[in-house]
């Protein structure tokens, strides 16, 4: 009577699962990867003033990077990038009403696409990333400077974008 009680709730076990899913097949039939070039439609993020090279260069370049742990240069799939819009601003003040911090975001519309397979896996308009920095010394962080905030930005979305469509979790 025990046993076949065991074996019934190993069963029942087996059946219902815990609910957990595990995705480390996330898109196992692809491949490769090619990275659309980056169209930028907002003119304050146009070039890199130090080095003259153009930010859709760069964050293709950047990006490019990132999904190469996972996937080589090819047609498996395809990842279309418009920079829609990059704001800076001041987000905090010291008593002179100078800035000493701020915000700077880009807003992306994204298309993430299977082409084994003929179908969209992910879509979004307005996706939003922000970079927070000093720019004066004494606030906890070293200051940065725009170009610095700049690279720094682009490095977290090609860690992001890849963590949100190369790995699921």
Known sequence: MKLSFFV???FLYYVSGCGYVSTTDYLNHIESI???????????????????RLYDEIVRESITESFEKKWQDGNDSQ?????VDYDLRPINFNA???PTQLQMKLTI????TDRVRNKVIDRQD???????FYIVQGRGEPPETLEEARERLIQELSNDFYSMLAEQW
Do not use: A
């Open 8 to 10: 019934f709730l190993c």
């Open 34 to 52: 090619t990275i659309s070039p980056v169209v930028i439609e907002d003119p304050d993020f146009t070039y890199q003033r130090s080095t003259g």
């Open 79 to 83: 990842l279309d990038i418009v920079v």
């Open 96 to 98: 002179n009403n100078q």
């Open 109 to 112: 519309d994204y298309t993430f």
């Open 126 to 132: 307005n996706y939003i990333q922000i970079c927070e």
